[in-house]
């Protein structure tokens, strides 16, 4: 299995701050990761696919980069309702695995 | 728009089936690959398997022995079955539309709990 890690597991950040998440595959998965992020007590949203691509109707303050092992989500000017958890996907081959998830908090 | 919408027990005895159903409106399931996901309380989130619309099928070798995941055009839904469960298998379970390389639509989740 392609194991994904992120990091870090917790971010305590502020409204209007820039912040960045990492992920990184255990092999080259070349752009095949997508980022969700889940509220609690809701499914998790479809954020980025294939590491830049913005899903339809999902601000522009979110985007993605990177390829082969390393990728970042990185969110421009923080507002109070991006505080969530993020899942970075490995949609490369099965099984399709996902990362632990970072933790977003206000500070 | 598609939704998504999974229905079954809430709680199920250990050693019996899990079985659960999503029920797809909104759009249409030929050729899409419909999935299903779990996440046990406070964890990560573990891809169960997928079926297309052909019938064809894929799992996740680790719950392999254990899943059947089969699906009715007929009624726009797709099924999961999950034999011999445990305390470990209680989880809140997704169901999920696999678009191209992206988990795209979800269902709101369904909380199973396994206990006696």
């Known amino acids: 299995d392609i194991q994904m890690t992120q990091s870090p597991s917790s971010l305590s950040a502020s409204v209007g701050e820039r912040i960045t998440i990492t992920c990184r595959a255990s092999?080259?998965?070349?752009?095949?990761l997508n980022w969700y992020q889940q509220k609690v007590g809701k499914a998790p949203k479809l954020l980025i696919h294939v590491a830049s691509s913005l899903q339809s109707g999902v601000p522009s303050r979110f985007s993605g980069s990177g390829s082969g092992t390393d990728f970042t989500l990185t969110i421009s000017s923080l507002q109070p309702e991006d505080f969530a958890t993020y899942f970075c996907q490995q949609s490369y081959g099965s099984p399709y695995t996902f990362g632990q998830g970072t933790k977003l908090e206000i500070k | 728009q598609v939704q998504l919408q999974e229905s079954g027990p809430g709680l199920v005895k250990p050693s019996e089936t899990l079985s659960l159903t999503c029920t797809v409106s909104?759009?249409?399931?030929?050729?899409?690959?419909w999935s299903w996901i779990r996440q046990p309380p406070g964890e990560g989130l573990e891809w169960i398997g997928y079926i297309y619309s052909s019938g064809s099928t894929d799992y996740n070798p680790s719950l392999k022995s254990r899943v059947t995941i089969s699906i009715d055009m007929s009624k726009n839904q797709f099924s999961l079955n999950l034999s011999s469960v445990t305390a470990a298998d209680t989880a809140v379970y997704y169901c999920a539309r696999r678009g191209t390389y992206k988990f795209d639509y979800w269902g709101q989740g369904t909380l199973v709990t396994v206990s006696s």
């Open positions: 909104g759009g249409s399931m030929n050729n899409y690959y």
């Open positions: 092999q080259s998965i070349a752009g095949y």
